[in-house]
């Protein structure tokens, strides 16, 4: 009989857990720990016009798509890359920029651009959203 209740618990235990996953009681995407990153090195072998620059941006968050990621942008040309892929949407003494045209990127995804220019520019992630069900 007791062996009995220890099994019925454990199953009573294990139904709960699983219908708070579900319910998206699981783990969801905030906080620091699951920001976007966005993260630059210098490539060899830039073109004469100036250094060339990889840029990879990530998704972080391990359940849910980020979607209208932007970032601080401060002196970025629209000439440096395509606009799908970091588009200008302010010039403003911080700059704002909006990446992969505001399109979903899953979880842990990451896409990576290049460009060229006589210094990095500065991007740091400035607003986004999860889009978690």
Known sequence: MLEMQKSLKLLLWSCLALLALQRGMGAKCGGKSNAPTVRQRQEIGGGGGGTKFRVEIRNNCPTCP????????????????????????SSSSRGDCVANDGLPL???QAFSFSYTHSLPFPLFPSSWSFQCE
Do not use: E, M, W, Y
């Open 66 to 89: 980020v979607i209208n990621l932007h970032l601080r942008c401060k002196g970025f040309t629209q000439s440096a890359v395509d606009p799908s892929v970091l588009r200008l949407v």
């Open 106 to 108: 899953g979880p842990f």
